[in-house]
């Protein structure tokens, strides 16, 4: 690596409409962080990508804003005969995961208002998205399975419009079983696309997927020190009735089985343990 590419290149200095960088600047992000100083670019260029990254690594903006960019130039060449369609898919693991990503694009797309419309397919039951996809939303976000659905139900059509498929943790994607749905989509995809994978680890699954979806791609393996490798990361799962879990909690901090400093994840902190 030379010099040249260790200079931090600001989100200035990419090519990135003025109305992304007023969103950028109101998300508060002064710097790229390195999956996205790096993935940028690539992406501006038309490049499919593999992007090894955490969450943490700032991906979905990495993805989130080249997609928009790309979006805005195709709709700003408009010379009137252009029609509406949905251009962007974002596949995630989970509901929870595709309102994040939405949440992402949203504040992104923020000065964009009436220029770019984006729908999450995730929590909404079927019937409740499919009058809003009618409309042909410029992004659809949501998991496989709803996807595949709606595309089986044809309340939406990919097979000429979409110009970006971005999957977004792929290894979870095949852990929770979304192989099939996947297969399915995939095969109602126009023949060529832009395409980003996302992926903490590098399994068999991925490789596969890689192969089918990316084509002649940039692989962005970034360190990121600042994170503990897996190999250090140490996992348990209780399964436990409503009840038990305040129990467990007194157990573990009360035998001191948890040492240092903790972090923890709930859905809700309505019902307070302490
Ligand atoms: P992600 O890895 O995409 O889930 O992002 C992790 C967190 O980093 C999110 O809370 C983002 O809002 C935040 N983030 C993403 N990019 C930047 C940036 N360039 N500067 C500061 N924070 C960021």
Redesign the pocket.
């Given at each position: 690596e030379n010099e040249e590419s260790k200079k931090n290149l600001p989100f200035h200095e990419m090519e990135i409409d003025e109305r992304i960088l007023k969103a950028i600047a109101k998300?508060?992000?002064?710097?790229?962080?390195l999956i996205?100083e790096r993935g940028i670019p690539l992406l501006l260029e038309g490049k499919d990508l593999l992007a090894r990254?955490?969450?943490?690594?700032?991906?979905?903006?990495a993805f989130s804003i080249p997609l928009i960019q790309r979006i805005l130039d195709i709709k700003g060449k408009n010379d009137g005969s252009l029609t509406q369609a949905v251009r962007g898919v974002v596949l995630c693991p989970s509901r929870e995961l595709a309102r994040?990503t939405t949440q992402?694009l949203n504040a992104l797309a923020n000065s964009c208002v009436g220029i770019i419309r984006i729908v999450d397919i995730g929590a909404k039951d079927v019937s409740a998205v499919k009058p809003l996809l009618k409309d042909l939303p410029d992004i659809i976000v949501g998991t496989p399975g709803r996807l595949a659905q709606h595309i089986k139900e044809k309340n939406v059509d990919l097979s000429v419009s979409l110009e970006v498929l971005i999957i977004d943790e792929a290894d979870l994607i095949f852990s929770f079983g979304f192989e099939a749905d996947i297969r399915y989509i995939l095969e109602n995809l126009p023949p060529i696309y832009q395409a980003v994978l996302t992926s903490a680890t590098l399994s068999d699954d991925v490789e596969r997927l890689k192969k089918l979806v990316l084509n002649n791609p940039v692989i962005l393996k970034l360190s990121e020190p600042d994170l503990p490798d897996s190999s250090q990361l140490t996992q348990y799962m209780f399964k436990l009735e409503e009840e038990e879990k305040y129990v467990l909690i007194y157990a573990l901090f009360k035998l001191q089985l948890v040492r240092g400093r903790t972090i923890i994840f709930v859905s809700t902190d309505r019902k307070s343990v302490v």
């Open positions: 998300l508060g992000w002064i710097q790229p962080t996205q990254g955490r969450t943490g690594s700032g991906k979905t903006g994040q992402v």
